[in-house]
């Protein structure tokens, strides 16, 4: 089992009807004791000494089940667990959306935007004996293929959130307005970790397949933001936009997970200048030294090279990615559009080709962004120096190393542009093509021997 979803929890009892504990006007009198709670097996302060639950357990209970075990022991895990409350999940009837509407389809799940009636989860109410609800907002819902019997890797993304959001320390002062207020920081935590939040999940009653709860942003993703308004991107916002994602990366590292499929679709725009990091399906343990599967996934201009050529996924295929985002930033285009993304271009890529590179860039922006698109892993910058390049006493610093042109100047170099139809951008297998170029390559070389 992976390292990251090693969790341990005998929830049985939690599936059964709900404990009575005479609510407020017995328990405000009781004595808390610390004892080993019947449901999740830790010592922890219980309500009686009859039913001998504690307040972790009695609040679990309080959330629907799906009627999947995977998913409903994962769930309570998240609530019961010691973990802070931002890392806890639901299982949300699919009655409480409305005004579902479909709009994009990625490499393994269809994405939908909906109204969540009551909202997430906030707080507890201690006197009604209930969880505070935000109350109606937009999320995004994305419904996982082939998910009806769900299993556990089919959860990696939430498993994965849980693990970061577990380990996540934010900053001494982050947040502190909001910290105010518990409502508006749950919410939006995303905003200071730049990691989209998952809330829990639901089930599409059609097709029976699960859906992942995420916060929607209403600008989209990177890839479709910057095609759409690239002459008016200003650099200003495009280095901000650039530390928010290499902040966001710097989160992930530091809780020792690797993305594994980090590209430009996968970010999410919150402003013009600002941008979260989503999408942790592929993501994995580093500390795992072990894939449980050898498949390859990805789009072909945004994985390193030395994945390609059979090597593990680390950290620094992360920084490679993020090179490839920086170009895409520059020009307007995404890598490799004009080539057809095969079995030849891996071939290429694995023997130096990169993008062209343009001139209408700040000046230091060419020379990090080959830095992290260097052959050698070991040569490219880490997500911890990225996150520090383009800041200077907490505050975004553009200059002098980063001396901004004003305004973008029109040439044929850059700016959105019609890929060429085999330029896949969506996340797909790709093991057999990197066998099929691996195979060729080494033909190729042999006939120059």
Not at 10 to 18: A, G, W
Request: aromatic content about 12%.
């Amino acid at each position: 089992m992976d390292q990251q979803t090693n969790y341990k929890l005998k929830t049985d009892f939690l599936i059964s009807s709900d404990v009575p504990l005479n609510h407020q006007t017995q328990t405000s009198t009781l004595k808390s004791i610390y004892k080993k709670c019947n449901g999740c097996k830790r010592r922890r302060k219980v309500f009686n000494e009859i039913d001998q639950i504690c307040v972790q357990c009695y609040k679990a209970k309080k959330i629907p089940l799906s009627g999947n075990k995977v998913i409903d022991d994962f769930i309570k895990f998240t609530l019961t667990n010691y973990c802070k409350k931002e890392g806890g999940m639901e299982f949300v009837p699919y009655e409480k959306f409305k005004d579902i509407k479909f709009i994009a389809e990625g490499g393994f799940s269809k994405i939908y935007k909906a109204t969540w009636i009551d909202g997430p989860i906030v707080d507890w109410n201690e006197k009604k004996q209930k969880y505070n609800r935000y109350g109606e907002m937009t999320v995004a819902l994305k419904e996982l293929d082939s998910s009806e019997n769900i299993n556990s890797r089919k959860l990696n993304e939430l498993k994965i959130y849980y693990n970061f959001v577990s380990k996540w320390k934010p900053d001494k002062e982050d947040a502190k307005e909001d910290r105010k207020s518990r409502k508006n920081y749950y919410v939006n935590i995303s905003d200071y970790n730049n990691i989209n939040i998952c809330y829990g999940i639901t089930q599409n009653p059609i097709t029976k397949n699960f859906m992942i709860i995420t916060k929607y942003y209403d600008m989209g993703d990177l890839a479709h933001y910057i095609a759409n308004d690239f002459f008016n991107y200003i650099w200003y916002n495009k280095l901000s936009i650039l530390h928010n994602i290499a902040s966001g990366l710097k989160n992930i590292h530091d809780a020792n997970i690797i993305h594994k499929d980090y590209h430009s679709g996968n970010i999410f725009v919150v402003y013009s200048y600002s941008a979260t990091t989503g999408d942790l399906g592929l993501s994995k343990s580093a500390i795992e030294s072990l894939d449980d599967e050898n498949e390859i996934y990805g789009i072909i201009p945004y994985v390193a090279p030395e994945v390609l050529q059979g090597q593990k996924y680390t950290k620094a295929s992360d920084i490679y990615s993020f090179g490839m985002i920086m170009w895409e930033l520059m020009t307007g285009r995404r890598p490799f559009w004009d080539k057809n993304h095969d079995a030849e271009l891996i071939i290429e890529i694995c023997d130096g080709i990169r993008p062209p590179v343009v001139t209408n860039a700040p000046k230091g922006y060419v020379e990090l962004m080959k830095e992290c698109w260097h052959s050698d892993p070991n040569k490219r910058p880490t997500a911890n120096d990225l996150s520090k390049i383009f800041v200077k006493d907490g505050k975004l610093d553009c200059g002098p190393e980063f001396e901004n042109p004003t305004k973008i100047i029109k040439s044929p170099d850059i700016g959105p542009i019609t890929n060429n139809p085999n330029a896949v951008y969506k996340s797909r297998p790709l093991s057999a093509m990197i066998k099929s170029a691996e195979s060729t390559r080494s033909l190729k070389i042999q006939s120059k021997n």
